[in-house]
């Protein structure tokens, strides 16, 4: 066995180090989806009448779709019915610090490394902690409401700003959308809510963590996300969770709205559990990200998968205003018999507009990974800009790795360049690495961390920290 | 009716005017074709490999077909169509049918050069040995060819032996006063080390419309090298889908050039295979189009065994209200080690009607390989334009220099000098420019 084999044997054999289940008394309704389950949650939530009407209006629209299979992903079917779409851990109902969060859950956040005293102290960062779907914790709220950033859970924005959620609810991702998007609309219990006031620089980064703990239960949130005219936010998002062995279902909304002149950042780090080393369990990520630039605005969007055993995933830009810009940085990594199709959309409708996608692939094992991403230069944007590029690695030669790019030009001064390739780590690159007294495992790291550092460079400093730890705890053994 | 109801329903009549002259393999073959159409149907834009070009104008029309069309046809009509100043054989169609007195057939030793259905009763074994092996028998327009196609090109290399002179292979409609469907079908057999280049056109003189579904088989063998030249400049009411499959052994050539400057809805598929190792495909493309026109290629490079090589280069020049498709896919399959594929699509848009659509596909099951694939849309450069106009180019003959530029690396595999100049004086009209490159 060659030293490279030895690697690749390690990094099959790499298990997910967060698989553990926090023991928390939920409160969990009956299993199965109806107009009834949706009622239910409309009133256990004390929602306003306008919401259960557009929960409904959801549900009628989920019904008349079907489940798109143009992905290339091979999977059984969820069985939706057999999902309780309501799950709450019982917690104090007014929290003022972190003394009176649940110890246990505490515990469960320390394990992942991002203890709220720790995070609080050393980083400076306000974070929403979302435990199946209600978030529990907020910090440095009251910091933030000096500035009259509105940050907090969408429930809660709901009942104190729903003038804002009315708003802008659905106006990027409408309900009918897609099939796992009209289902989030109609079933979604919890998410986050962000609204920054105009000319407004966020001070922090802001970030939640969601964790899918109850077994057998989806999760399903709702993230709004509103930068008024000429503001900035950062905004980080994490996800982690436990071993289970029946798939789960995680089918999350994301609406950016950049008014004139805003700039909104959004970076993900997703580890959602990828199922064993024979591809039993692990998530479902079919997940709708969409954001709008108003005129001369900006949305970048930076993702790290290295999780969930079936990723289905595209966050997209609108690029309506004159001048406005896209960016879309992503690294997906898969590993043993995970699968990802995942990639962006671009869309130029105002003058001037500029997109850039930078996507890179690894896969190793016998994990296949996909990037599909559409350009559409339309009619009336003049002079419109894309650069795509997209690498994919391959590891050992179980693997697979396919490009679905779509490029539709209909304006004659649109720039597009796209770009792809495929390649193994040279062994001109590694011998390189060898004749300087670096060991082979070394010197996959050097590379693979020298591939990605295009979109690495793009997070926030906390999270390239933890999103370099994640890929070296998915290809464990290959990355220094 | 619809055409394709048509289609379906006039098989049974146009097979028993066939019975007793077509052996029960062939019959059966038919009988099989029209049953993948009946199943599929005409290919629609909710087919994804169809989702930019829809078939609905040009099935809509009403055509004529398996009924008797005038065969008279003048000469110099022909030769219009044909390279000329160079000796060649020729198999020239008219309406369908093959026509002995314009063309210039060959029966030697070492190959011969025939029309399909004459070759088929001479030479039925070598004809089932290959005829319906190498095109994929699920798509619907194979079906439908393989269900009424009767006429084509028919070209045997034998093993070693060298074509001598450029085949060229022409399929005119004449008839003006019906609307015409074809199904033209050609047949091209390399053996091992066997060489052969082929021109080949499709050109209706008539108004009337005209929708033509072709299918190409080439078998390419061990160290053999075929080139196969489509020019497509065609008029504004006729159509083509022409499906070319290609199958190639162990170290051998096999280039496929396509030249598109008209014609309502032309459709290429390309689809190349190879079967034994260290064999190189070559595809490159010139689009140059104006009016309404739309050209679809379709490529997809099947790497099932390693050491192979593909090249992929088309340019296309949109103009008024023309559109542009372009998917091109390359498959590693998982042995296909070493393979090397490269892919490169660049598009010039020159008005605001024009559009274009391109979808560059890698699907890799193979870590070792070098597989990459580039795609532009853009514009001429203004500074070169600048620098051309300040040493005194005008502005348009500095745009189609440039242009040719752009266009003139998809020429640079053609060898016969005839041939080259011919169509580099093609391309230099349809750009309006005078290139004194002779």
């Given at each position: 066995?060659?030293?490279?084999?030895?690697?690749?044997?390690?990094?099959?054999?790499?298990?997910?180090?967060?698989?553990?289940?926090?023991d928390?008394?939920?409160?969990?309704?009956?299993?199965?989806?109806?107009?009834?389950?949706?009622?239910?949650i409309?009133?256990?939530?004390?929602?306003?009448e306008?919401?259960?009407?557009?929960?409904?209006?959801?549900?009628?629209?989920?019904?008349?779709?079907?489940e798109?299979?143009?992905?290339?992903?091979?999977?059984?079917?969820?069985?939706?019915?057999?999902i309780?779409?309501?799950s709450?851990?019982k917690?104090?109902?007014?929290?003022?610090?972190l003394?009176?969060?649940?110890?246990?859950?505490l515990?469960?956040?320390?394990?992942?490394?991002?203890?709220?005293?720790?995070?609080?102290?050393?980083?400076?960062?306000?974070v929403?902690?979302i435990?199946?779907?209600?978030?529990?914790?907020?910090?440095?709220?009251?910091?933030?409401?000096?500035l009259?950033?509105?940050f907090c859970?969408?429930?809660?924005?709901?009942?104190?700003?729903?003038e804002?959620?009315?708003?802008?609810?659905?106006?990027?991702?409408p309900?009918?959308?897609?099939?796992?998007?009209?289902?989030?609309?109609?079933?979604?219990?919890?998410?986050?809510?962000?609204?920054?006031?105009?000319?407004?620089?966020c001070?922090?980064?802001?970030?939640?963590?969601?964790?899918?703990?109850?077994?057998?239960?989806?999760?399903?949130?709702?993230?709004?996300?509103?930068?008024?005219?000429g503001?900035?936010?950062?905004?980080?998002?994490?996800?982690?969770?436990?071993?289970?062995?029946?798939?789960q279902?995680?089918?999350?909304?994301?609406?950016?709205?950049?008014?004139?002149?805003a700039?909104?950042?959004?970076s993900?780090?997703?580890n959602w559990?990828?199922?064993?080393?024979?591809?039993?369990?692990?998530?479902?990520?079919?997940?709708?990200?969409?954001?709008?630039?108003?005129?001369?605005?900006?949305?970048?969007?930076?993702?790290?998968?290295?999780?969930?055993a079936?990723?289905?995933?595209?966050?997209?830009?609108?690029?309506?205003?004159?001048?406005?810009?896209?960016?879309?940085?992503?690294?997906?990594?898969?590993?043993?018999f995970?699968?990802?199709?995942?990639?962006?959309?671009?869309?130029?409708?105002?003058?001037?507009?500029?997109s850039?996608?930078i996507?890179?692939?690894?896969?190793?094992?016998?994990?296949?990974?996909?990037?599909?991403?559409?350009?559409?230069?339309?009619?009336?944007?003049?002079?419109?800009?894309?650069?795509?590029?997209?690498?994919?690695?391959?590891?050992?030669?179980?693997?697979?790795s396919h490009?679905?790019?779509?490029?539709?030009?209909?304006?004659?001064t649109?720039?597009?360049?796209h770009?792809?390739?495929?390649?193994?780590?040279?062994?001109?690159?590694?011998?390189?690495?060898n004749?300087?007294?670096?060991?082979?495992?070394?010197?996959?790291g050097?590379?693979?961390?020298?591939?990605?550092?295009?979109?690495?460079?793009?997070?926030?400093m906390?999270?390239?920290?933890?999103?370099?730890k994640?890929?070296?705890?998915?290809?464990?053994?290959?990355?220094? | 009716?619809?055409?394709?109801?048509?289609?379906?329903?006039s098989?049974?009549?146009?097979?028993?005017?066939?019975?007793?002259?077509?052996?029960?393999?062939?019959r059966?073959?038919r009988t099989?074709?029209?049953?993948?159409?009946?199943?599929?149907?005409?290919?629609?834009?909710?087919?994804?490999?169809?989702?930019y070009?829809?078939?609905?104008?040009?099935?809509?029309?009403?055509?004529?077909?398996?009924?008797?069309?005038?065969?008279?046809?003048?000469?110099?009509?022909?030769?219009?169509?044909?390279?000329?100043?160079?000796?060649s054989?020729?198999?020239?169609?008219?309406?369908?049918?093959?026509?002995?007195?314009?063309?210039?057939?060959?029966?030697q030793d070492?190959?011969?050069v025939?029309?399909?259905?004459?070759?088929?009763?001479?030479?039925?074994?070598?004809f089932?040995?290959y005829?319906?092996?190498?095109?994929?028998?699920?798509?619907?327009?194979?079906?439908?060819?393989?269900?009424?196609?009767?006429?084509?090109?028919?070209?045997?290399?034998?093993?070693?032996?060298?074509?001598?002179?450029?085949?060229q292979?022409?399929?005119i409609?004449?008839?003006?006063s019906?609307?015409?469907?074809?199904?033209?079908?050609?047949?091209?057999i390399?053996?091992?080390?066997?060489?052969?280049?082929?021109?080949?056109?499709?050109?209706?003189?008539?108004?009337?419309y005209?929708?033509?579904?072709?299918?190409?088989?080439?078998?390419?063998?061990?160290?053999?090298?075929?080139?196969?030249?489509?020019?497509?400049?065609?008029?504004?009411?006729a159509?083509?889908?022409?499906s070319?499959?290609?199958?190639?052994?162990?170290k051998?050539t096999?280039?496929?050039?396509?030249?598109?400057?008209?014609?309502?809805?032309?459709?290429?598929?390309?689809?190349?295979?190879f079967?034994?190792?260290?064999?190189?495909?070559?595809?490159?493309a010139?689009?140059?189009?104006?009016?309404?026109?739309l050209?679809d290629h379709?490529?997809?490079?099947?790497?099932?065994?390693?050491?192979?090589?593909?090249?992929?280069?088309?340019k296309?020049i949109?103009?008024?209200k023309?559109?542009?498709?372009?998917?091109?896919?390359v498959?590693?399959?998982?042995?296909?080690?070493?393979?090397?594929a490269?892919?490169?699509?660049?598009?010039?848009l020159?008005?605001?009607?024009?559009?274009?659509?391109?979808?560059?596909?890698?699907?890799?099951?193979?870590?070792?390989v070098?597989?990459?694939?580039?795609?532009?849309?853009?514009?001429?450069?203004?500074?070169?334009?600048f620098?051309?106009?300040?040493?005194?180019?005008?502005l348009?003959?500095?745009?189609?220099?440039?242009m040719?530029?752009?266009?003139?690396?998809?020429?640079?595999?053609?060898?016969?000098?005839?041939?080259?100049?011919?169509?580099?004086?093609?391309v230099?009209?349809?750009?309006?420019?005078?290139?004194?490159?002779?």
């Amino acid at each position: 066995m060659t030293e490279e084999d030895k690697l690749l044997e390690e990094v099959t054999s790499a298990e997910y180090k967060y698989g553990f289940v926090t023991d928390i008394e939920s409160d969990t309704i009956k299993n199965g989806l109806n107009e009834d389950v949706i009622r239910l949650i409309s009133s256990k939530k004390n929602e306003p009448e306008w919401l259960l009407e557009w929960r409904l209006e959801g549900l009628k629209k989920f019904q008349q779709l079907v489940e798109p299979e143009w992905a290339n992903v091979h999977y059984k079917k969820p069985d939706l019915q057999s999902i309780s779409y309501y799950s709450a851990p019982k917690a104090k109902k007014t929290l003022n610090s972190l003394d009176e969060v649940d110890p246990e859950l505490l515990k469960t956040f320390e394990k992942l490394g991002i203890s709220l005293d720790e995070q609080k102290m050393l980083t400076g960062v306000a974070v929403d902690i979302i435990v199946d779907s209600v978030s529990v914790a907020t910090s440095f709220k009251e910091k933030l409401g000096e500035l009259g950033i509105i940050f907090c859970s969408i429930s809660e924005a709901i009942q104190e700003h729903p003038e804002l959620v009315r708003k802008y609810l659905g106006t990027v991702v409408p309900q009918s959308d897609n099939y796992y998007a009209a289902l989030n609309s109609a079933v979604f219990t919890d998410g986050s809510f962000c609204y920054i006031p105009k000319g407004t620089r966020c001070p922090m980064e802001l970030s939640t963590y969601f964790r899918i703990n109850q077994a057998g239960t989806g999760q399903f949130e709702r993230t709004l996300l509103i930068a008024d005219k000429g503001s900035y936010v950062s905004y980080l998002e994490g996800c982690t969770a436990p071993s289970r062995d029946e798939n789960q279902l995680h089918a999350a909304v994301v609406e950016l709205i950049a008014m004139d002149e805003a700039e909104i950042k959004y970076s993900t780090v997703q580890n959602w559990y990828p199922g064993n080393k024979e591809g039993v369990g692990g998530v479902f990520n079919f997940v709708t990200k969409r954001g709008i630039c108003h005129e001369s605005a900006k949305i970048s969007w930076t993702q790290v998968e290295t999780g969930s055993a079936v990723t289905w995933k595209y966050p997209s830009c609108i690029l309506k205003g004159d001048n406005s810009i896209g960016e879309f940085f992503s690294v997906a990594v898969t590993n043993n018999f995970q699968q990802a199709d995942t990639g962006t959309k671009m869309i130029h409708i105002g003058k001037n507009t500029k997109s850039t996608i930078i996507s890179k692939g690894i896969a190793a094992g016998e994990s296949n990974s996909s990037y599909r991403g559409l350009v559409k230069i339309m009619k009336g944007a003049e002079n419109a800009r894309n650069f795509s590029q997209c690498d994919s690695l391959l590891m050992g030669d179980k693997s697979g790795s396919h490009t679905f790019p779509y490029i539709e030009v209909k304006n004659k001064t649109a720039r597009i360049e796209h770009e792809a390739t495929t390649s193994k780590i040279g062994e001109d690159q590694l011998f390189y690495c060898n004749q300087r007294g670096i060991s082979t495992d070394a010197a996959i790291g050097l590379i693979v961390n020298g591939y990605c550092k295009d979109v690495l460079n793009q997070l926030p400093m906390e999270f390239a920290v933890e999103a370099q730890k994640l890929l070296s705890l998915s290809l464990e053994g290959s990355v220094g | 009716m619809k055409l394709q109801d048509k289609l379906i329903n006039s098989f049974e009549k146009f097979g028993q005017s066939l019975s007793g002259s077509e052996t029960d393999s062939l019959r059966k073959m038919r009988t099989e074709g029209i049953e993948v159409f009946k199943n599929l149907g005409f290919p629609t834009t909710k087919d994804e490999e169809w989702k930019y070009t829809s078939l609905n104008k040009c099935i809509k029309r009403d055509y004529d077909f398996g009924a008797e069309f005038s065969l008279d046809i003048r000469s110099e009509d022909v030769d219009r169509f044909l390279c000329t100043g160079i000796d060649s054989y020729k198999l020239v169609f008219v309406n369908g049918v093959f026509n002995a007195s314009l063309s210039n057939t060959t029966q030697q030793d070492k190959f011969f050069v025939s029309n399909l259905k004459d070759a088929y009763e001479g030479n039925s074994e070598l004809f089932n040995q290959y005829y319906g092996t190498i095109a994929d028998k699920e798509l619907s327009m194979v079906g439908l060819n393989t269900a009424y196609a009767q006429e084509g090109a028919f070209i045997h290399v034998k093993a070693g032996a060298v074509v001598d002179k450029l085949i060229q292979i022409l399929y005119i409609n004449s008839d003006s006063s019906r609307s015409m469907m074809n199904q033209a079908r050609n047949l091209i057999i390399a053996e091992d080390r066997g060489e052969v280049q082929i021109l080949e056109r499709h050109q209706s003189l008539s108004d009337e419309y005209v929708f033509t579904n072709s299918v190409t088989e080439i078998s390419v063998g061990n160290e053999a090298n075929v080139k196969h030249f489509k020019v497509q400049n065609d008029i504004d009411t006729a159509s083509l889908v022409d499906s070319t499959f290609v199958k190639q052994g162990t170290k051998s050539t096999a280039l496929v050039d396509t030249f598109v400057f008209s014609g309502e809805l032309t459709r290429n598929n390309l689809h190349f295979e190879f079967t034994g190792e260290h064999a190189e495909a070559h595809m490159d493309a010139i689009t140059l189009l104006k009016g309404s026109s739309l050209v679809d290629h379709h490529t997809f490079v099947d790497h099932a065994v390693p050491n192979c090589q593909s090249f992929q280069m088309y340019k296309g020049i949109y103009d008024e209200k023309s559109k542009g498709v372009f998917n091109g896919k390359v498959m590693v399959r998982k042995d296909a080690q070493k393979t090397n594929a490269y892919q490169q699509n660049n598009n010039l848009l020159l008005s605001d009607f024009a559009s274009i659509d391109t979808k560059p596909q890698l699907e890799i099951f193979a870590d070792d390989v070098a597989c990459s694939h580039g795609c532009t849309i853009g514009q001429l450069d203004e500074e070169a334009l600048f620098y051309m106009q300040s040493r005194g180019i005008p502005l348009k003959e500095a745009k189609a220099f440039l242009m040719f530029a752009f266009a003139g690396d998809t020429l640079k595999n053609i060898t016969i000098p005839e041939l080259k100049e011919q169509l580099v004086n093609l391309v230099a009209r349809e750009l309006k420019v005078d290139l004194e490159l002779n």
